[in-house]
């Protein structure tokens, strides 16, 4: 339960979709990337820069971003806690 979360240039993800975020440094990472764009399932997010994050979702897709992996692991941890209050707060008055 996490919502559309901002993945960088006005792009947005489900976040129930994501399995991973990871950086892209590593070589088996690279091949990857290199599956995914040979299967069709590789979306480029980055504008042209510099790719720092891979997005994996549950459908085998990998998302390129030229996003930080730990800001936009922030941005899920805070669109999560922003979801959670606003339940809160309908719980409570749905219980008055």
Request: no cysteine; charged share 25%.
């Amino acid at each position: 339960m996490y919502g559309l979360i901002n993945i960088g240039f006005g792009n947005v993800v489900v976040g129930d979709r994501v399995i991973a975020i990871v950086n892209p440094g590593s070589q088996p990472l690279k091949r990857l990337r290199d599956v995914a764009e040979s299967q069709g399932k590789l979306l480029e997010v980055n504008h042209g820069r510099k790719t720092r994050a891979f997005i994996v979702t549950d459908s085998g897709h990998v998302i390129a971003s030229a996003i930080q992996p730990e800001t936009i692991t922030n941005r899920f941890t805070q669109n999560f806690y922003d979801i959670e209050k606003a339940l809160e707060r309908i719980r409570k008055e749905a219980f008055r």
